[in-house]
C-alpha cells in the first residue's frame, strides 16, 4: 500500500516540476508557429500528452483507493506520553561504572532496608462494645482497645453502634488509609481490600 503513494508522490512532483516547464514551451510555440521549433512542438505535445497521462494515473489510483484513511496510518512522531516515557527511561539507564562512594551507600541503604520496618498489614475488627461516643471497647487485631488505649498508628477513630470509621497510619508507605470495619471483617493494606472474617 506504501509503494503506491510513493509512486503516487513521485508522479505528483514530476507534474509540479513539469507544468512550468510546459507553460515555457507553450509560450514559445505560440510565438513562433511555423519557426524551426515547430519540429519541438511535436515532443512539447508529447511532453503535454505525457502529464496528462500522468494525471489520469493519479485520478486512477485516487479513485482505486478510496479506502485511503490517513488516520490509519501510524505517525512517526511519538505522543507526548511516549516521550515522557522514554525520557524517563533514559535517566533512568546509567551506563557508568559505580564510584566506591556510590557502592558504600548502596550498602548502607541495603543495612537499612535489612532492618524493614515492622508494620501491620492487616486490620481485623474481632468485636465491638458500645456503650456512649465516649465509652467503649472493641478488639482490634485481637487487641483490647478503648479510648484511653489507643495504638499509635490509628490517627482519628469514631466508633458507633455497628462500625468503626479510623484513619490508620501505615508505617511502611507512609500513607493514612481511612478505613470503616464492622465485626469480624478486615482490611487488607497490601491489596486495599475488605476481606470477611
Not at 511519538?78 to 525520557?87: C, G, Q, V, Y
Not at 458507633?160 to 470503616?180: G, M, Q, T, V
Request: with cysteine; hydrophobic share 40%.
Amino acid at each position: 500500500m506504501y509503494m503506491k503513494y510513493k509512486r503516487f508522490l513521485c508522479i505528483l512532483m514530476a507534474v509540479i516540476i513539469l507544468l512550468p516547464i510546459n507553460n515555457i514551451y507553450a509560450k514559445d510555440i505560440n510565438d513562433t508557429n511555423k519557426s524551426p521549433e515547430a519540429i519541438k512542438n511535436k515532443k512539447v505535445l508529447s511532453e503535454q500528452e505525457k502529464i496528462e497521462q500522468m494525471e489520469k494515473e493519479i485520478a486512477d489510483m485516487l479513485s482505486e483507493e478510496n479506502d485511503f484513511r490517513p488516520l490509519a496510518i501510524n505517525s512517526l512522531l511519538f505522543t507526548s506520553w511516549e516521550h515522557a516515557l522514554i525520557r524517563d527511561a533514559k535517566s533512568a539507564f546509567n551506563t557508568a561504572l559505580p564510584s566506591e562512594r556510590e557502592l558504600l551507600e548502596s550498602q548502607i541503604e541495603d543495612e537499612f532496608n535489612k532492618e524493614e520496618i515492622n508494620s501491620v498489614r492487616e486490620i481485623s475488627l474481632g468485636g465491638l462494645l458500645f456503650v456512649s461516643p465516649d465509652r467503649w471497647t472493641l478488639w482490634l487485631n485481637n487487641e483490647r482497645i478503648t479510648p484511653q488505649t489507643l495504638p499509635e498508628e490509628i490517627m482519628d477513630i469514631k466508633v458507633h453502634k455497628e462500625y468503626i470509621e479510623l484513619l490508620w497510619h501505615d508505617k511502611k508507605d507512609n500513607l493514612l488509609y481511612p478505613i470503616r470495619l464492622r465485626p469480624h471483617q478486615r482490611f487488607n493494606l497490601d491489596v486495599r481490600m475488605f476481606l470477611p472474617g
